[in-house]
């Protein structure tokens, strides 16, 4: 396995990691604190797109982000979490997070933060608006991290334009058992007289936002009502009261991402006034062109892993709950035949049986691991239990590598998908270089 060398940051976020007993504590209380001390970065950020909901967030940043970048805008960008590095999570006017410029942020923070009890997201989010408040740029895409209504990012009083993608069940220890439940945990942030683009939704989510923006007053552009986006010929076709259009399919591969498209490109939509100067139709092909979202249905093509089957095709990607399951099933429905086999790895949290169980039908086999450095992984021996009960035939590795030899020993030229976990996801790109 390949790995970087330790720096500076890396002891400086090891440390973070001790300043909270929980790793979740969803409360804004530590949030506001340290933002005071640091003068309030988030009041002087430039103008904000909110991102919050179960699946496709991530994706439909990118897109929303390509879609900005082609139209000449300088754009800031946080997600988490990360896959191979944290400098991932912040993008400053394009561009990663350089090193040493994240050290000095961390430093910076965990001075004013003086030792008091805060989470690892809380401080590194805080770390994020500090360098987007002191780094010129036309937009801020800031994505939550869990929920909505006290996630770490919903400190921006008045955003641009928030955004909500489809919700679904998950991270029900944090956000609620029932679909209202979580729903009502994204809505929260919704901002009074702030426009919400929102992507496809149970009637029981769909519900609970639009109430949500009724008592707000927040105008909604809502899929279904407002925009739809669907695939004809080979092409995206976006439709809402400005007019059609006809795209090429987002890079990102997935019926899913039709939706997710659509989605970024009613957001572009809404701030096509600000990108005078720029065709919106070269827009709005750029956001499908040119993004790139790694650990989503991503084709490996090179490195160790690759190596070790070289007739196989190998995919990645980090999706983990019973949506996800679904929309992996339908990509692989769609793709030519070719027999093919798992490798799995899963945190204790999730519905494992409810992510598998859509892809048993298409899968001839699911080889389970662990996922390394993961405290809350499943064992190898839980996640292949899992796959039995979903009906798919099942065995352990010790590890992806291990997982990839023995599949390609026996069947040289298998569609091989490794899955389950972002964080085995990133695992696997340090791996593979």
């Known amino acids: ?113 003086g030792g008091a009890q805060i989470t690892f997201f809380e401080i590194t989010t805080c770390a994020a608006l500090l360098a987007f408040a002191r780094t010129p740029a036309d937009y801020t895409l800031l994505e939550t991290g869990l929920g909505g209504r006290v996630d770490s990012t919903n400190v921006v009083a008045r955003p641009a334009l928030t955004v909500i993608t489809p919700i679904s069940i998950d991270h029900e220890q944090y956000l609620g058992t029932t679909l209202a439940q979580i729903a009502g945990e994204k809505a929260g942030i919704l901002k009074r007289g702030v426009p919400c683009v929102v992507g496809p939704q149970p009637e029981e989510a769909m519900e609970v936002i639009e109430a949500r923006a009724a008592k707000l007053g927040a105008p909604l552009m809502a899929h279904g009502q407002h925009w739809h986006a669907f695939e004809e010929r080979g092409r995206l076709i976006y439709q809402d009261e400005r007019g059609l259009l006809d795209l090429p399919l987002p890079a990102l591969p997935g019926a899913h991402q039709i939706e997710n498209a659509g989605a970024a490109i009613a957001a572009l939509r809404m701030v096509q006034n600000d990108l005078a100067g720029a065709s919106f139709d070269a827009v709005a092909e750029a956001a499908m062109r040119d993004v790139f979202w790694p650990a989503r249905m991503q084709r490996l093509s090179h490195g160790p892993l690759c190596d070790a089957a070289p007739e196989a095709e190998v995919w990645l990607d980090g999706g983990h709950n019973p949506a996800a399951g679904k929309a992996i099933a339908a990509h692989l429905a769609s793709l030519p035949p070719r027999e093919t086999h798992l490798i799995c790895g899963m945190l204790n949290t999730k519905d494992v049986t409810g992510y598998m169980a859509p892809l048993a039908p298409h899968v001839a086999s699911l080889t389970a691991v662990p996922i390394p450095d993961a405290p809350a992984t499943l064992s190898a021996e839980e996640t292949a239990a899992a796959a039995t009960r979903a009906g798919i035939t099942a065995s352990i590795a010790t590890d992806s590598t291990a997982a990839i030899e023995s599949i390609a020993q026996n069947r040289p030229d298998a569609r091989i998908l490794v899955c389950g976990s972002l964080y085995l996801a990133g695992a696997v790109l340090r791996e593979n270089g």
């Not at 179960?54 to 800031?76: C, D, F, P, W, Y």
């Not at 991932?88 to 004013?112: F, H, N, S, V, Y």
Request: glycine share 6%; proline share 6%; with cysteine.
């Open 1 to 113: 396995m390949t790995t970087e060398p330790a720096q500076p940051s890396d002891a400086i976020l090891e440390r973070m990691m001790t300043l909270h007993p929980k790793v979740m504590d969803l409360v804004l209380d530590r949030m506001w604190r340290l933002l005071e001390a640091l003068g309030n970065p988030q009041d002087a950020l430039p103008p904000v797109i909110h991102l919050a909901g179960t699946n496709g967030k991530g994706s439909t940043q990118a897109m929303i982000r390509a879609g900005l970048e082609a139209a000449g805008k300088r754009v800031h960008a946080y997600t988490s979490p990360h896959l191979a590095r944290f400098h991932e999570r912040i993008r400053l006017a394009g561009d990663l997070i350089d090193e040493a410029a994240l050290t000095a942020l961390l430093d910076e923070c965990d001075r004013a933060n």
